[in-house]
């Protein structure tokens, strides 16, 4: 029961991983500047990122911060998400 126990719950964090890093990737991709965001107000109330305001402000925010490379983070996520679906070990 144990070992069914174990194997669940890593599904379980790698559809978290997955869900996060599909969550950013779709933010990232469908960014646009006139998006309402923390330095604008943008150009008009219809938000166009595809996750709605939140997804507008955090790509905003990551493509401030880290530039293109926010794009390391969507495939750090799907990474954790693999390595988890596959069994492998993460605490090592």
Known sequence: MTHLFKRFSRDIIGLVWLSIGIFLA??????????????????????????????????????????????????GNLRLAWKNFCGHNLKS
Request: net charge neutral; glycine share 8%; proline share 4%.
């Open 26 to 75: 779709l933010s990232l991709l469908s960014y646009n500047p006139t998006d309402p965001s923390l330095n604008s107000i943008g150009k008009s109330l219809k938000v166009l990122n595809y996750c709605g305001y939140f997804g507008s402000f955090l790509a905003d925010i990551l493509y401030q911060t880290l530039g293109l490379s926010a794009w390391l983070m969507v495939i």
